[in-house]
Nanobody
């Protein structure tokens, strides 16, 4: 599966932003989709993940209550809805696909998109 992340941009603190992860291939519905982010000088960080059928979702504590991760298998897309953005959310955001449900473990994701930059100004 090939992944394409989009939707990043520059926003002010408190604003909302929607990132999209579009996938190619007929087997999209088999994959767990996760979002990770990486800020300059920091390690890659888990953000959120949704199971293949959308029945199970896991969020990092840092985004719980502010981010949601809806999925549309018919359109082969997973969206990251980000509300109440904070300057510390500034990062390059990546979507990734995995066949196993260990949502916060980057090592299990075998497919990665190219990343989209989100910048939140204070």
């Amino acid at each position: 599966v090939q992944l394409q992340a989009s939707g990043g941009g520059l926003v002010q603190a408190g604003a909302s932003l929607r990132l999209a992860c579009a996938a190619s291939g007929r087997t999209f519905s088999k994959y767990v989709i996760g979002w990770f982010r990486q800020s300059p000088g920091k390690e890659r960080e888990f953000v959120a993940a949704i199971s293949s059928r959308g029945g199970t979702i896991h969020y990092a504590d840092s985004v719980k209550g502010r981010f949601t991760i809806p999925r549309d298998n018919a359109k082969s897309t997973v969206t990251l809805h980000m509300d109440s953005l904070k300057p510390e959310d500034t990062a390059v955001y990546y979507c990734a696909a995995a066949l196993s449900w260990i949502p916060s473990r980057a090592e299990v994701y075998g497919y990665w998109g190219q990343g989209t930059l989100v910048t939140v100004s204070s």
